[in-house]
């Protein structure tokens, strides 16, 4: 844990780098938030199912991030490149999970799942923190134990199996937290993502939920908002490094408090 004034110190470091960096990449978003108000726009809160036409209104918010990962990572870091294949099973996901009354529904949970494995991975396994595991679990498994009543047949396992890994993707994202809270997006993001599949998971095991819709896809693209513009934090600490590494004695002098990320 670092000390208060250390930690205050490098969080208002990062917050005067801010301006510059959405001068520099927030052009780069504008496709996503563009997309997301449209799909808002058209569809709102009715859904369509086994349409191409809707399936590329909501797949498209998810290709703009993509799309930002592609232009933004010119080294092709390794979180970046994780970061942007989970985006990839994502996108997979949510064309499975429009056509899911016609049997694909497991693929979907499987793309997600596969999702949740990338982001974990991406965001490292040091430091473990096993408290912060325990409690992540122990989130995860109440609420398995409320969609229970609810779960037929092989449902009950893989259900099982899709909390166990987005309990893990949660864990992993807040173990990070002691770094500068200014660089907390990725757990925003995983916690959007968990309030996103619960109430997924109302909807589809016990009853119907109010606005379900809307409150599921506004938390759903908030949440690979959050986890993919992580790395503009990991990318610019992996430069750092990078320069450290290879430069001179002054170089090295220039790292930021609380740059290394793992």
């Known amino acids: 844990m670092k000390p208060f004034p250390s930690f205050c110190s490098s969080s208002v470091k990062m917050w005067r780098r801010r301006p510059l960096s959405l001068r520099i ?10 997309a997301v108000v449209v799909y808002f726009a058209v569809y709102g809160d009715k859904p369509q199912s086994q349409c191409a036409v809707y399936c590329a209104f909501k797949v498209l918010p ?47 949970l499987l793309m997600f799942a596969l999702a949740h494995v990338l982001y ?41 199996l899709y909390v166990l890994l987005i309990s893990l993707m949660n864990w992993r994202a807040v173990a990070r937290w002691d770094e500068p809270w200014t660089k907390c997006s990725h757990i925003v993001g995983s ?23 809307t409150i599921v896809m506004a938390t759903y693209y908030a949440a690979q908002f959050g986890i993919t513009t992580s790395v503009l934090d990991e990318n610019g600490a992996h430069g750092v490094r990078l320069r450290a590494s290879t430069g001179s004695p002054g170089d090295r002098e220039t790292v930021p408090v609380g740059s290394r990320l793992k």
């Open 25 to 34: 990449h927030g052009p780069k978003l504008i496709l996503f938030f563009k």
């Open 62 to 108: 998810i290709v703009a991030l993509v799309i930002f990962v592609v232009l933004q990572d010119t080294r092709r870091s390794p979180y970046s490149r994780k970061i942007l294949v989970g985006l990839l099973f994502s996108c997979l996901g949510d064309v499975f999970l429009v056509w899911k009354e016609a049997g694909y529904l497991l693929h979907g």
């Open 120 to 160: 974990a991975w991406a965001f490292g396994f040091r430091p473990l923190r096993l408290r912060r595991g325990i409690v992540s679990l122990a989130l995860g498994a109440s609420g398995y134990l409320l969609l229970y009543p609810g779960l037929k047949g092989e449902m009950v396992f893989f259900v099982l």
């Open 191 to 213: 916690f959007c993502f968990v309030v996103s599949d619960f109430v997924v998971g109302i909807e589809l095991f016990l009853a119907p939920v109010d606005y379900s819709h």
